[in-house]
């Protein structure tokens, strides 16, 4: 007889670590399937951290924030395009969803900055370290004290639905052997589809031939799969490039940095825009530069507050010389030219108002310590806003905003929330926020 199960959770990312378990907490007898060998799915990668507002850990720092203008800004970020009942949902459980994290001791109470934001809101380990790998290693920690089975180099190939009502999965193994798991609920966590190129050029001709950022397993099998029964999408067009991209690596350059204080600068040694703006309109910048690239700069001090900074290096792609001078020349570029931005945006610095671009934040400290570092950067695809549709409980709906019994979707799967571009740090709070959300619903559902 097949096996059976309360809750099936399809992908180990943070939404389906998140929601399974959420859903173990709640009683129920819970499987994640994972198609790729490891654990962690593009989560695994991401840099900046976790946003939200009026938490105890931004309260304890003194910094005062609100929940209408994390609203407010990520509605502006997202161009008014954002579906708003998600997002105020979103918003609302965002405080809540980094104390559930506290609880399984995973801590994020060292607070930062990214694009699109006017207000420290991006919650991330106290060591600085990128968000990802720190939550991951925390959440498998939890599952692993928890008695949630996890199958790895298994995909799901299709949700089971008879009458209307889930019962299931079939799964196919590494050696390509099919089983059926029976299961009362289903959770969709699979993520979303940069790193699938076809689908990505489909909606977004004009991608042809950009990098990617993401983990190869991001191929939005899931989306497939649920419209298979029924389920609507919204905003499959909407993809976000994300503006520091190492090229030769497809590696990522975290926001972070900027957000810390660095700058981008042209092949002439000029700054060029405001580093802050969102994704896209950086990544429309750098795009329309002669070399289509640019360089993100930042100095030791920069350095030293972001420990991202020091995987980068390790990584072999930074440029380092002692003064700014010195780095100029390996940039191939004029060391006036660089010296006399530097100047001028040390002054911006030190008078809090940047006169050439309007940067408002992450005007941290003069770029002034040797040595300095440079890596060479170009937008990447790097995060798909559309997806399948959900309702605020994250049921999965259908175009006509009808329920389809027994799933849910949490994560990138999942379209609408961030509207037409994605903040840096939304991710990771909508996959804690919707993913233990989904586990809770899921496990109700079950065990009724
Ligand atoms: P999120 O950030 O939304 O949690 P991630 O990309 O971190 O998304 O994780 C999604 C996970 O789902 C990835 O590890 C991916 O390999 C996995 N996955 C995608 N499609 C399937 C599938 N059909 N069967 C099993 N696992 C899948």
Same mark, same amino acid.
């Given at each position: 007889a097949?096996?059976?199960?309360?809750?099936?959770?399809? &992908?180990?990312? &943070?939404?389906?670590?998140?929601?399974?378990i959420?859903?173990?907490?709640?009683?129920?007898?819970?499987?994640?399937?994972?198609?790729?060998?490891?654990?962690g799915?593009?989560?695994?990668k991401?840099?900046?951290?976790?946003?939200?507002?009026?938490?105890?850990f931004?309260?304890?720092?003194?910094?005062?924030?609100?929940?209408?203008?994390?609203?407010?800004?990520?509605?502006?970020?997202?161009k008014?395009?954002?579906?708003t009942?998600?997002?105020?949902?979103?918003?609302?459980? /965002?405080?809540?969803?980094?104390?559930?994290?506290?609880?399984?001791?995973?801590?994020?109470?060292?607070?930062?900055?990214?694009?699109?934001m006017?207000?420290?809101?991006?919650h991330?380990?106290?060591?600085?370290?990128?968000?990802?790998?720190?939550?991951?290693?925390?959440?498998?920690?939890?599952?692993?004290?928890?008695?949630i089975?996890?199958?790895?180099?298994?995909?799901?190939?299709?949700?089971?639905?008879?009458?209307?009502?889930?019962?299931?999965?079939?799964i196919?193994?590494?050696?390509?052997?099919?089983?059926?798991?029976?299961?009362?609920?289903?959770?969709?966590?699979?993520?979303?589809?940069?790193?699938?190129?076809?689908?990505v050029?489909h909606?977004?001709?004009?991608?042809?031939?950009?990098? !990617?950022?993401?983990?190869?397993?991001?191929?939005?099998?899931?989306?497939?799969?649920?419209e298979?029964?029924g389920?609507?999408?919204?905003?499959?067009?909407?993809?976000?490039?994300?503006? !520091?991209?190492?090229?030769?690596?497809?590696?990522?350059i975290?926001?972070?940095?900027?957000?810390?204080?660095?700058?981008?600068i042209?092949?002439?040694?000029?700054?060029?825009?405001?580093?802050l703006? !969102?994704?896209?309109n950086?990544?429309?910048?750098?795009?329309?530069?002669?070399?289509?690239?640019?360089?993100?700069?930042?100095?030791?001090?920069?350095r030293?507050?972001?420990?991202?900074?020091?995987?980068?290096?390790?990584?072999?792609?930074?440029?380092? /010389?002692?003064?700014?001078?010195?780095?100029?020349?390996?940039?191939?570029?004029?060391?006036?030219?660089?010296?006399?931005?530097?100047?001028?945006?040390?002054?911006f610095?030190?008078?809090?108002?940047?006169?050439?671009?309007?940067?408002?934040?992450?005007?941290?400290?003069?770029?002034?310590?040797?040595?300095?570092?440079?890596?060479?950067?170009?937008?990447?695809?790097?995060h798909?806003?559309?997806?399948? !549709?959900?309702?605020?409980?994250?049921?999965?709906?259908?175009?006509?905003h009808?329920?389809?019994?027994?799933?849910?979707?949490?994560?990138?799967?999942?379209?609408g929330?961030?509207? /037409?571009?994605?903040?840096?740090?939304?991710?990771?709070?909508?996959?804690?926020i919707?993913?233990?959300?989904?586990?809770?619903?899921?496990?109700?559902? /079950?065990?009724?």
């Open positions: 097949p096996q059976s199960y309360d809750v099936a959770v399809i &992908g180990s990312g &943070g939404a389906g670590l998140a929601a399974a959420r859903a173990s907490d709640a009683g129920a007898r819970v499987v994640i399937i994972e198609k790729m060998p490891t654990i799915g593009n989560t695994i991401a840099s900046v951290g976790m946003n939200a507002a009026e938490t105890r931004q309260a304890l720092k003194g910094i005062k924030d609100s929940k209408e203008l994390f609203y407010q800004e990520t509605l502006k970020g997202g008014f395009r954002n579906n009942e998600l997002l105020k949902e979103f918003v609302e459980r /965002a405080p809540g969803a980094v104390e559930w994290l506290a609880s399984l001791d995973i801590v994020l109470n060292d607070i930062t900055i990214t694009g699109g006017s207000i420290d809101r991006t991330r380990p106290e060591d600085r370290s990128a968000v990802g790998g720190f939550l991951i290693s925390g959440l498998v920690n939890n599952v692993n004290q928890r008695s089975d996890v199958l790895l180099d298994t995909t799901v190939e299709e949700i089971l639905h008879e009458n209307g009502v889930v019962t299931g999965v079939k196919a193994n590494e050696y390509n052997e099919h089983h059926i798991l029976l299961a009362k609920s289903v959770v969709v966590a699979t993520g979303g589809f940069s790193a699938n190129r076809k689908m050029v909606y977004r001709p004009e991608l042809k031939g950009f990098v !990617t950022t993401n983990h190869k397993g991001a191929t939005g099998s899931g989306i497939a799969l649920l298979k029964i389920a609507g999408t919204v905003d499959m067009d909407q993809i976000q490039i994300h503006p !520091t991209v190492e090229q030769t690596t497809s590696y990522l975290s926001e972070s940095i900027r957000g810390g204080g660095a700058i981008l042209n092949q002439e040694g000029q700054r060029f825009y405001n580093e703006e !969102t994704r896209d950086v990544s429309a910048q750098i795009i329309a530069l002669p070399e289509k690239s640019a360089w993100i700069l930042f100095d030791e001090q920069v030293q507050n972001n420990k991202a900074a020091d995987e980068y290096i390790a990584r072999g792609f930074v440029i380092s /010389a002692a003064t700014a001078g010195e780095l100029a020349l390996k940039l191939n570029m004029e060391p006036e030219a660089l010296q006399q931005t530097l100047e001028r945006y040390n002054g610095v030190k008078q809090n108002k940047d006169e050439d671009f309007g940067r408002t934040t992450g005007l941290r400290f003069p770029l002034e310590h040797g040595p300095f570092y440079a890596i060479r950067i170009a937008p990447g695809v790097h798909t806003m559309g997806g399948v !549709t959900i309702n605020t409980e994250t049921e999965v709906v259908n175009d006509q009808q329920v389809i019994k027994g799933v849910w979707a949490a994560g990138e799967v999942v379209g929330i961030h509207g /037409a571009n994605r903040i840096g740090g939304n991710a990771v709070a909508d996959i804690i919707f993913g233990t959300l989904a586990g809770q619903n899921a496990a109700a559902h /079950a065990l009724a």
